[in-house]
């Protein structure tokens, strides 16, 4: 135990960087403005992990952290698909999981959009030909814009967020 924490205290802390301000401030400001002339209030999002070896939603939970506060910009996480705007969804879409897509996008009210994240998300990733895997997300539903990445970084998702709301025009 005593070895373990000599090299912890020789390690010290490590972590990524914070981010510029600066672009990050003016990311989500644009954001925020996008979001507001759009649906006149926040949106909200439903992440669906669709069969993801949880490195994108790792990535997802940080925006809601101290370190990046996404909900600063008017985005919110809700439980319930009935009270979203935008689906996000992860993985490779399993087969025990289309259903389950199908029917939360079935009970996400209109106008909504479709956001599939990472290259799970895309294509099915390197999980593309598995026995279990059905394919990317739109192979079960109809998808507005992808955040490619494996996985996508807390910055790239902020991007393609803001990409997919300026694609609604």
């Not at 010290?12 to 403005?33: D, K, Y």
């Not at 002339?37 to 669709?50: E, K, T, Y």
């Not at 909900?71 to 993985?91: K, M």
Request: proline share 7%; with cysteine.
């Amino acid at each position: 135990m005593l070895r373990q924490l000599r090299l912890a205290l020789q390690t010290g802390i490590v972590a990524e960087p914070a981010p510029r301000t600066s672009e990050l401030e003016r990311v989500g400001e644009r954001l925020r403005t996008d979001i507001l002339r759009r649906f006149g209030r926040s949106l909200h999002i439903r992440q669906v992990d669709a069969g993801s070896c949880n490195g994108c939603e790792l990535e997802i939970t940080g925006l809601t952290g101290p370190h990046w506060d996404l909900e600063r910009f008017g985005l919110h996480f809700v439980a319930s698909p009935r009270h979203a705007d935008c689906l996000l969804v992860t993985g490779p879409v399993t087969r025990n999981m289309a259903e389950a897509l199908r029917r939360t996008w079935d009970a996400t009210p209109d106008p909504k959009f479709v956001i599939a994240v990472g290259d799970c998300g895309r294509d099915g990733g390197i999980f593309r030909d598995a026995y279990a895997v059905v394919g990317g997300v739109e192979r079960v539903v109809p998808v507005d814009a992808v955040i490619p990445g494996c996985p996508p970084s807390p910055a790239a998702l902020l991007a393609g967020l803001l990409d997919a709301i300026g694609r609604l025009g």
